[in-house]
């Protein structure tokens, strides 16, 4: 995904500047302000506003004005204008946070989920592993007895520990036995080379 960083601004208040007279064409009450909202975003997605901006316009002579030709009441006025920004501003910010949020918190879920899970491996478990080598694959459970664990070996390596997931098919666990003495599989998961276990539903359903 392509991803453009940058800013736009969005109309917030619009308004008239009471008892000031317009610096052109001297006629009272006639100098319309907009103030705009700058802000960041990430893809269209707005991040948080970064600034803000005044538009001044004389309705009678047409002539548009800086904030700085304004008497120093108006300007005053002006800077007490209830301009906030609106909280979609904040969108991007809030929807991230809630991301950082669900991350954190599903890695130690997941990290809870594996402690347990290792002390009993039943048959068609899958153990997603680091490798010596640097890469990250999977093992799938065939067979517990009472000391040993017979498991099947992903036919394919990941480079990343999240695309372990999409190796789990059947078709990749062909034919690289390899069996654990029940203590080997301990020591793995304590040597942080087992990183995930994903047991089938019907076993988590069974034993809800
Ligand atoms: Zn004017």
Redesign the pocket.
């Known amino acids: 995904m392509m991803v453009l960083i940058g800013t736009r601004d969005s109309n917030v208040k619009n308004g008239n500047i009471l008892n000031e007279k ?1 610096p ?2 001297h ?1 009272e009450n ?1 100098l319309d302000f907009s103030i705009y909202r700058k802000y960041t975003h990430l893809t269209m997605i707005p991040l948080f506003p970064v600034g803000k901006l005044v538009f001044i316009k ?1 309705n ?2 047409q ?1 548009r004005f800086n904030y700085e030709d304004l008497s120093e009441t108006s300007q005053l006025k002006l800077r007490n204008e209830k301009s906030g920004s609106p909280l979609w501003m904040f969108l991007g910010s809030i929807i991230l946070g809630v991301f950082i949020i669900f991350t954190i918190n599903n890695y130690f879920l997941e990290k809870d989920e594996t402690s347990i899970l290792i002390k009993n491996p039943l048959k068609g478990d899958v153990y997603d592993l680091k490798l010596s080598n640097g890469f990250y694959s999977s093992m799938r459970i065939d067979k517990v007895t009472s000391d040993s664990i017979f498991t099947t070996r992903n036919d394919f390596n990941a480079s990343l520990p999240y695309d372990v997931d999409d190796l789990n098919k059947t078709e990749n666990y062909s034919n690289k036995k390899v069996y654990y003495s029940r203590k080997d599989i301990t020591k793995l998961y304590e040597e942080d080379e087992i990183i995930k276990i994903t047991r089938s539903p019907e076993y988590l359903n069974y034993n809800n």
Do not use: D, M
């Open positions: 317009c052109k064409c006629e006639t004389c009678h002579c002539e």
